[in-house]
Each structure stands twice: as structure tokens, then as C-alpha cells.
């Protein structure tokens, strides 16, 4: 039987078309797909690979800021060996150099136990100098003394250290202020010790025991002695304006003609001290007032409380 709706060849070739078109398409998609997993795969390589290079470059960076701390402590640990070493020498210019280098490395450490060690060394190497300095004198004095003499019971003149020694306490007294680290330890080394040359620029010794203490014609403008045992000390004539004496212990000191212009003495205790210079009726009323009141108070070791000082006259 004859076919009555018979198919056009173009029609058949516009079909075979659109399914070859399709299929490329297909292909096409494909590709595209694979070919961004292929890239998104190799940019997760690429970011592991990545991540594990930074991780090995933090852990070589930590091992060389190990490497480097282990090795500035090494050269920590050689300075204060070998200013340890000069602060033993039989020579003074090289125990200066010794004081100084301590003085140094504490101000490039950043840990505070290194300050305290310095501390430690240079109010032990004072010390041990007062002390063999006195016994050395006093040997002097028994091998020549004359057995005809008498004691006369007068005061002892202060005793006049070497450059060496005042330098260890010149340092102590500048170190950077670290909190909880002592700013000295001279025990009662100091007394009757002349530590006026050592003593300058705003010389900070707060919390320190300076009992009997020789600072004459001192120049302690702005000093800090907050909290210092300064009973019975030798503070004639000495520069004091501006200086700190919060707290501090004055019993017995001797303040005559000292300038006390400025000077903090609140809650000092001043039983048995003498008057300072009167030159400056204003800032001193309040400290004579004081003394006169703490020379007729009751022995019972409590503070005397001053109010806040008057400025100094311009």
C-alpha cells in the first residue's frame, strides 16, 4: 500500500540537526564540568599545599624566635659573667667598668629578675666594701693607737668611700623603677657614711634603710625617699627642695639649715629632729610646727602627718 503522508527529507535532516546540536551541547557541558572540578580541585591542591607551607614557615619562625631568645639570653648570661668578673678585679677603673655594665644590662633586660639580680650584686658589693673598709681602719687604729690616750667619746667622722663604692650606689639609686623589684639593700651599712657624691640627679631611694646615714651639703633637689628609714641621718646644710619624704622615717635626723622648699613630708615622723633652715618662713612653719609638736607628743611611734607643703618662692 502506497504511503499516503509521506516524510520530507528536510524535515529528517532538520531533526538529525537539532539531535547533533544537542548532543555537542551535551559534550560541551561536560567538559566545562570536568574540566571546573579538575580546577576547583587543583585550587584546593593549591590552597592545601598553601596551608601547609604557612604552618612549616610559623614553625620556622617559631624555632628562630626561640633560636634568638635562647641566644640573647646566652649573651645576657656572658655580659653579667663578665661584669661580675670586673666587679672582682683588683683594679678600681676596671669594678667601675664592672658597676656600669651591670647598670647597662639592667636597662636592656626586659625580664625584672634580672633587675633584681643587679640590685642584689651591687648592694651586696657595697657592703662588703663598707665593711672590709672599717675593719681595715679599725686594724690601722689598734696597731697604731697610743696606749697613753684616752677616748675623747666624740663622734666618729663619716666615712669617705672610694669612687668605685659611691658608683654602685649612684647606680642603685637611677635604675629604672620596676614594681616589686627593691631599689637597694644596704642593711646598716650605710650608717655614719658619707653617700652625698653618690647622690645626685634625683636620686631615687624610696623603701630603703638609710639609718644614720651621712648626706651633708648633699645635692637632693627632688630626691625620692618615700618610706626610707632616714632616723638620726646627717642632713645638714643638704638641698632638699622638692624632695619625697612620704612616710619616711626622720627621728633624730638632723635637718639643720637643710632647704626643705617643696618638699613632701607628708605623714613623716620627725620625733627629735632639728628645725631646718629658716630662710623660707613659709614652707618651713608647718615642718617646725611639726617638730615642736612631735618633741612634746608621747613617745608611741605613730607618724606625724603633715599637711600638703607650700610651693616653692620663686
Known amino acids: 500500500m502506497p ?42 591542591i593549591t590552597i592545601v599545599i598553601n596551608y601547609r607551607n604557612s604552618a612549616t614557615a610559623a614553625r620556622a619562625l617559631a624555632v628562630t624566635n626561640e633560636t634568638f631568645r635562647i641566644q640573647e639570653r646566652g649573651h645576657l648570661t656572658d655580659r653579667y659573667t663578665k661584669a661580675i668578673e670586673q666587679l672582682g678585679h683588683e683594679k678600681r677603673a676596671i669594678r667601675l667598668g664592672g658597676i656600669y655594665a651591670l647598670e647597662q644590662l639592667a636597662a636592656d633586660t626586659e625580664r625584672d629578675g634580672d633587675q633584681a639580680t643587679v640590685v642584689e650584686v651591687l648592694s651586696a658589693f657595697f657592703r662588703d ?30 666615712l669617705e668611700l672610694p669612687s668605685d663604692v659611691l658608683a654602685a650606689v649612684t647606680v642603685l639609686s637611677r635604675l629604672h623603677h620596676r614594681k616589686g623589684i627593691s631599689r637597694a639593700d644596704l642593711g646598716d651599712a650605710a650608717e655614719n657614711v658619707n653617700l ?17 646615714v651621712h648626706l651633708a651639703r648633699g645635692h637632693l633637689n627632688g630626691a625620692d625617699f618615700r618610706a626610707t628609714d632616714l632616723r638620726g641621718a646627717v642632713l645638714t646644710d643638704a638641698n632638699l627642695v622638692r624632695a619625697k619624704f612620704t612616710l619616711a622615717r626622720l627621728n633624730e635626723a638632723n635637718l639643720t639649715r637643710a632647704l626643705l622648699n617643696g618638699a613632701n613630708l607628708t605623714a613623716a615622723t620627725l620625733g627629735g629632729a632639728t628645725s631646718p633652715a629658716p630662710s623660707f618662713a613659709a614652707p618651713y612653719s608647718t615642718v617646725r610646727t611639726s617638730l615642736a609638736r612631735a618633741a612634746s607628743a608621747p613617745t608611741s611611734g605613730a607618724p606625724t602627718s603633715l599637711p600638703p607643703p607650700s610651693p616653692a618662692p620663686t
Open 3 to 44: 504511503n499516503v503522508y509521506p516524510i520530507s527529507t528536510a524535515k529528517n535532516v532538520t531533526l538529525l540537526a537539532a539531535a547533533e546540536s544537542a548532543r555537542s551541547q551535551a559534550i560541551v557541558t561536560t567538559r566545562a564540568s570536568v574540566l571546573a572540578a579538575v580546577a576547583g580541585l587543583g585550587a584546593l
Open 196 to 212: 652625698a657624691p653618690a647622690l645626685k640627679d634625683r636620686p631615687v631611694l624610696h623603701e630603703t634603710t638609710l639609718t644614720r
Open 129 to 158: 666594701a663598707v665593711t672590709e673598709q672599717r675593719d681595715t681602719i679599725d686594724k690601722a687604729a689598734t696597731d697604731t693607737s697610743d696606749p697613753t690616750s684616752e677616748s675623747t667619746g666624740g663622734k666618729k667622722d663619716p
